[in-house]
């Protein structure tokens, strides 16, 4: 079965700092993986995905996270944070090829201070 | 083009009410999922539609909740008999799931508050 690991449910940084949200999977699938941003009391925004091909994958405000198969991981970064970054990170795996239906992990709050 | 439109965006219902929350896709995607978030939680899958039919429904709870999404008009999820435990925030989801194009497109969510 599909899961999700997000190591650290808070994450503060100083702003210019360099952000580093950290997601571990397991999938008995080669795994479709997401990166979302929730701003308080809105929906979620989709950062990034990787589904095949490159493993270092770019999305928007200057994002990136990279697949490693041998480390079962998709970590989120991005090298100077801005305050306006603050706000909830979910990685999710798609739970099969039959189905869309993400599974989420438990998200990770970041904090940025000036 | 318009986003994933929820409503309403804040339910406030007492124990025993029903509760109805409204969902309508993206323009042309014709698969909608519905997920549960509970404070400090992340969101948990609860059903996937497609039009007139429930591909999925894994994550719902088996007594007080529905989910229906019609050929005409919004999804419903609807929750009978309300809880406190009930209160979260509802989101939902559509894709095309055509290959290519995997990504789910959220909405804003409606929060339900159960008193």
């Known amino acids: 079965a599909q899961s999700v690991t997000q190591l650290g449910s808070h994450v503060s940084v100083s702003e210019g700092a360099l952000v580093l949200l950290r997601c571990n999977y397991s999938s008995s699938v080669p795994p479709y993986l997401f990166w979302y941003v929730q701003y308080p009391n809105q ?14 994958v770019k999305g928007i405000n ?10 079962t991981s998709f970590h989120l970064t991005k090298p100077s944070a801005h305050m306006s970054d603050a706000a ?18 438990t998200g990770t709050r970041l904090q940025v201070f000036p | ?22 969902c309508s896709p993206v323009k042309g995607h014709s698969h909608v999922y519905w997920y549960r978030q509970l404070p400090e939680e992340g969101l948990k899958f609860m059903v996937y539609l497609q039009k007139e039919n429930i591909i999925d429904e894994s994550g719902m709870p088996k007594e007080r909740f529905s989910a229906e999404f019609p050929k005409e008009g919004p999804s ?5 008999q309300v809880v406190r435990g009930d ?21 804003p969510g409606t929060r339900l508050l159960v008193l």
């Open chain 2, 1 to 22: 083009n318009a986003g994933v439109m929820q409503n309403p965006r804040h339910l406030v219902r007492r124990r025993g009410q029903e509760a109805r929350l409204r």
């Open chain 2, 76 to 80: 419903i999820l609807r929750i009978q």
């Open chain 1, 43 to 56: 929906g979620l925004q989709l950062l990034l995905k990787y589904t095949t091909g490159a493993t270092l």
């Open chain 1, 88 to 105: 909830e990170y979910f990685c999710a795996v798609r739970s099969s090829y039959n189905t869309d239906k993400l599974i989420f992990g």
């Open chain 2, 87 to 107: 209160s979260a925030a509802y989101f939902c989801a559509s894709s095309q799931n055509v290959a290519g194009e995997e990504t789910q497109y959220f909405g």
């Open chain 1, 62 to 71: 200057g994002f990136e996270a990279e697949f490693k198969k041998s480390e």
